[in-house]
């Protein structure tokens, strides 16, 4: 797993490294600012409720300060609280509006926040939970913030996950899976959402060669609340709660071992628009390779288009 020590540091005072992080405040999010903010970014954290995020910020700046304690080459950055919901486009709308008019640049853009296996839900924008906030909110966000990437060759970073590979073959975004048992089904909506965020990196990274764009699988992180409605049902929860924890201690990830992969995409000088744009990497930082179905570029343009005209049918356009 690579080293966080190994990736540059930047003094705010000389060099203004901006970043800005979806679901910053848990999870391998809140690893993720905490060594964004130890080498030196102004991290945007958006998050829903404010009182979470601000709580988490303190956590990071204390534990950021007993972590440089005499360390000559950190100089810590800033964090700045920024409201978005997912689940509402307009919110997303109004995020991006806030840094466009804030900021002349955006090195980092890291679309980390997720939801998973959750029961069948439509948002008020018509979407299916886990495709708005897993895939099209982020794809939205990224478009509006496309100026600031570009103006300073900054990079995407897409959290996905290895199970995108449920998606055995290519399926329109279109189709809900709203069917019954929702464990099984909530999988396949999970899957979907995954792919596509792997293949709007494919897509982004052909369309504007100047940015460097990559996906991510951080590892099987189960310490994380993403399990927690499975956790909390009655009677099977328990059995659910056993497995997790089984499969967490043979094959898991702790949050911070999570968000190496995403820190390496995001900071590392060895990677490059011109060999790695468009990548995908796993637990540690390590080069993979995605499904066929997510690597296949006719099924990305073809999300892509359906991605386009829906926005556009809910006066999104992009």
């Given at each position: 797993m690579i080293d966080p020590d190994t990736l540059p540091y930047y003094n705010p005072a000389v060099e203004r490294k901006i970043a800005l992080i979806t679901g910053g405040n848990s999870g391998i999010g809140w690893y993720t600012v905490l060594h964004l903010y130890l080498h030196g970014f102004c991290v945007y954290v958006c998050g829903r409720n404010s009182a979470r995020v601000n709580k988490a910020m303190k956590g990071i700046i204390a534990e950021a300060r007993r972590r440089s304690a005499d360390d000559p080459k950190v100089f810590m950055g800033s964090l700045i609280y920024l409201h978005i919901d997912l689940a509402d486009l307009r919110s997303v709308e109004k995020a991006a509006q806030t840094v466009l008019k804030r900021e002349m640049k955006l090195d980092v853009l890291i679309?980390?926040?997720a939801v998973m296996?959750?029961?069948?839900q439509v948002t008020k924008d018509g979407f299916e939970i886990q495709l708005q906030a897993n895939y099209i909110a982020h794809f939205l966000l990224s478009m509006r913030l496309l100026p600031l990437l570009q103006s300073c060759h900054g990079r995407l970073i897409m959290l996905s996950s290895v199970g995108h590979n449920l998606e055995f073959i290519y399926w329109a975004l279109s189709q809900d899976w709203n069917y019954r048992p929702n464990c099984i089904f909530t999988w396949l909506r999970y899957a979907m959402a995954k792919t596509a965020s792997i293949q709007f990196v494919k897509m982004m990274a052909i369309k504007y060669p100047d940015l460097?764009?990559?996906?991510?699988?951080?590892g099987l992180v189960m310490?994380?609340?993403l399990f927690s409605y499975w956790t909390r049902l009655p009677i099977v929860g328990i059995f659910f709660w056993m497995l997790f924890q089984i499969v967490g201690f043979f094959f898991g990830v702790s949050n911070e071992e999570g968000c190496l992969a995403t820190l390496k995409c995001a900071l590392s000088p060895?990677?490059?628009?011109?060999k790695d744009n468009g990548k995908y990497f796993v637990t540690g930082g390590r080069e993979a390779k995605p499904s066929y179905i997510a690597n296949n570029l006719d099924d990305a343009a073809s999300t892509w288009i359906w991605t386009v005209h829906q926005l556009r049918d809910r006066g999104h356009n992009v």
């Open positions: 679309n980390n926040a296996a959750t029961p069948y460097l764009c990559l996906s991510v699988h951080p310490n994380t609340n060895q990677l490059s628009r011109d």
